[in-house]
């Protein structure tokens, strides 16, 4: 998804009016430089969309230049109110994070005043700057929509509520700010319980990543990489294969992990070992390639040479 920016907006005290800046701005991790809103907080940057603006001269509101609504980021082609918390913008070297879609209107603006309604509490959306740049207008914004994540735990015990599951709760400690967790799932090890959920998951299009834990080792009932090579379309034999060199360094039993990889029309499925402590060290060798794994699965990946998300 492909926005525009129409004009940058910053006031030097809190409570005015906010004007463009024609030549441009910096932005650095607490917002605009030179904006008063700038700070240590979550409301770093916020943004409105034309469209939305155009709502307010529908309805016969006069002078709406850019910054009146007190936005800093004026965009086009944008339905910004629509996108989920956690969506990425990127301009130029500027990643900013979506953390609060509207506000409570304390005090009534003079566009309120006019027409009785006012489109920043509903349609205006903040963000938080994750990476520094510089923004002007024309700059192109690129949308990037939040990682949705399933974990599945495969666990005989753990299934039967014999054994605690605490490798899916690490794992989504370890994923947090890093993708939105849609379910934690646990199974029996059951080779075709799992592939038939591995399935509905990719067909259904309900998650970008799936995560296994377990059932990758010589146990008779280590059925998990079997399961995966069923479902799978495509293997990314990387993956693993950087997961056990890693481990390697860590213990020798890491040649034992059978654990596979692949994608399932745009899924990416992923096993990991059933011990925590493996879960998560596997896992950070795929976190730094993660982001720009599932943007290539959903064709967003335009440049390999593009900020580092987080």
């Known amino acids: 998804m492909i926005g525009k920016v129409i004009a940058v907006n910053i006031s030097e005290k809190k409570g005015t009016i906010k004007h463009s800046v024609e030549d441009g701005v910096n932005v650095d991790l607490m ?58 913008f990127q301009i130029n070297d500027i990643v900013l994070e979506l953390t609060q879609i509207g506000k409570e209107c304390h005090q009534h603006c003079q566009i309120y005043q006019q027409v009785g309604m006012c489109v920043m509490p509903t349609d205006g959306v903040f963000t938080k700057v994750l990476h520094s740049g510089s923004i002007k207008a024309g700059d192109e914004i690129k949308v990037v929509l939040p990682i949705k994540a399933i974990i599945i735990t495969l666990s005989d015990k753990g299934a039967a509520g014999l054994r605690e599951d ?38 259904t299009y309900e998650a970008d990543l799936v995560l296994t834990t377990g059932g990758t080792g010589f146990a008779p009932r280590d059925f998990t990489p079997e399961a995966t090579l069923a479902v799978i379309e495509r293997r990314t034999p ?8 890693d481990s390697l360094k860590i213990t020798q ?38 982001d720009h794994a599932i943007e290539t ?10 900020p580092k998300m987080t």
């Open 238 to 245: 990387g993956i693993p294969e950087a997961m056990r060199a």
């Open 31 to 88: 917002g605009i430089v030179g904006d008063a809103h700038a700070g240590n907080w979550h409301r770093q940057v916020s943004l409105l969309d034309q469209a939305s603006v155009q709502k307010m001269w529908d309805r016969g509101a006069k002078g709406l230049v850019p910054g009146i609504f007190a936005e800093n980021i004026t965009t086009e082609g944008l339905d910004l109110y629509t996108l989920p918390l956690g969506t990425k």
């Open 253 to 290: 039993h890491a040649m034992l992990s059978r654990a596979e990889a692949g994608i399932r029309k745009q899924t990416l499925i992923v096993n990991l070992p059933g011990s925590p402590k493996a879960a998560l060290e596997c896992l950070q060798v795929l976190l730094p390639t993660l």
């Open 297 to 306: 699965l959903r064709g967003e990946a335009y440049e390999c040479a593009t």
């Open 166 to 203: 605490k490798s899916g709760p690490a794992l989504v400690q370890a994923l947090n700010n890093r993708a939105e967790i849609v379910r934690t799932v646990l199974l029996p090890d059951d080779k075709d319980l799992l592939a038939e959920t591995l399935r509905q998951i990719a067909d």
